[in-house]
């Protein structure tokens, strides 16, 4: 829905997630970096999903 490369995914940390604004901080090409709206429905199912995912001790890498 972002249209993100898979590069680009994979170079997202924790802190690319700006929540009190609802970006995402997204590093393109020769480092740049760009601001995309985060959408409501995923911010909202995110929170929680990370805080199982840092509990568990399997990977949640495709968890839904």
Same mark, same amino acid.
């Given at each position: 829905?972002?249209?993100?490369r898979?590069?680009?995914?994979?170079a997202?940390?924790?802190?690319?997630?700006?929540? *009190?604004?609802?970006?995402i901080?997204?590093?393109?090409?020769?480092?740049?970096? *760009?601001?995309?709206?985060?959408?409501?429905?995923?911010?909202?199912?995110?929170?929680?999903?990370?805080?199982?995912?840092?509990?568990s001790?399997?990977s949640?890498?495709?968890s839904?």
């Amino acid at each position: 829905r972002l249209g993100l490369r898979g590069g680009e995914v994979v170079a997202m940390t924790l802190e690319d997630l700006d929540w *009190e604004r609802g970006e995402i901080v997204v590093r393109g090409k020769g480092q740049r970096l *760009e601001r995309l709206p985060l959408p409501a429905d995923v911010g909202a199912g995110e929170p929680a999903r990370l805080m199982r995912c840092a509990s568990s001790s399997t990977s949640c890498a495709h968890s839904s």
